[in-house]
């Protein structure tokens, strides 16, 4: 781990999101609204990055985002992404649980509750929406055997290959791949050891490209010009820089726990 550059990455970001605060106050979002500000405070978390003014202005813009069922909502379809509430549902709760201020903590327990029951009675329709459905029963404290059936219905949907796709009419994948391991993982739906889990590593592992990266073919409509960020594969980098995300996180599971 390049220390010296996830440092920067980590102050940029906040910087970022710092710029955007008195508007979130207002119940203006980020581009993407609740799905960007639960994303990158979800970014923020994985680098230990503490509790402040900003982080308490987007959990109180995530609040109020919250609809009375207890979902949140995709403002935009690009998927895998963007693409189905229950991913910003059960990211959106996470960031509540880690964030919110402790003055609002009480509002913040309700509104976890209403997203945890959401979840438990959401119907996925694709593989992103899986994998955050177990993520989010995980994060809500869900009784172990809604877990194993959150979890069986991912390990059903591997291939003969060893990895997942986005949806049933595609190919295995990257991102698709990586982000069950996560999930099954973290969720500690099953250990590292488990047959299911090696057979996506080694899908990993088979699939990576020698620069290091994975291909993933871009899905979303084009809306915007390309912005060349300097990861590799054109047009498709944007989303083979998220597959590659997935896949790293799972891997390095991997060989965490087995150590």
């Known amino acids: 781990m390049n220390e010296p550059v996830a440092r ?5 970001i906040a910087s970022f999101l710092e710029s955007w605060r008195d508007r979130a ?3 203006m979002g980020i581009p993407g609204d609740s799905d960007t500000v639960s994303y990158i405070l979800a970014g923020l978390d994985a ?13 109180y813009f995530l609040r109020r985002a919250q609809l009375p069922s207890g979902r949140w909502r995709i403002v935009a379809h690009r998927p895998p992404i963007e693409s189905d509430d229950i991913e910003v549902t059960a990211l959106s709760m996470r960031m509540l649980q880690v964030y919110a201020p402790p003055a609002h903590k009480a509002d913040a327990q309700g509104a976890v509750r209403r997203a945890a029951d959401w979840l438990a009675a959401a ?9 955050f459905q177990l993520l989010g029963l995980a994060w809500s404290g869900a009784a172990r055997d809604r877990l194993a059936t959150a979890a069986r219905a991912l390990v059903a949907q591997q291939r003969a290959d ?7 009419t595609l190919d295995s994948d990257a991102y698709a791949t990586g982000q069950i391991l996560v999930a099954l993982l973290d969720s500690g739906a099953l250990p590292v050891s488990d047959p299911v889990i090696q057979r996506g590593v080694q899908f990993l592992l088979q699939t990576q490209l ?14 915007q010009p390309l912005f060349e ?4 594969h054109g047009r498709n980098q944007w989303i083979s820089s998220a597959g590659t995300s ?7 599971r991997t060989v965490k726990r087995a150590s």
């Open 123 to 131: 119907v996925p329709g694709n593989t992103e929406a899986r994998a």
């Open 8 to 12: 920067a990455q980590r102050t940029s």
């Open 246 to 252: 997935w896949a790293t996180m799972a891997l390095a």
């Open 47 to 59: 680098e230990q990055y503490a509790p402040d003014a900003t982080t308490d202005a987007m959990a």
């Open 229 to 232: 960020g300097g990861f590799p």
């Open 210 to 223: 020698a620069d290091g990266s994975w291909f993933v073919k871009s899905r979303a409509i084009a809306i």
């Open 25 to 27: 106050v207002q119940g």
């Open 162 to 168: 060893g990895g997942w796709s986005q949806l049933a």
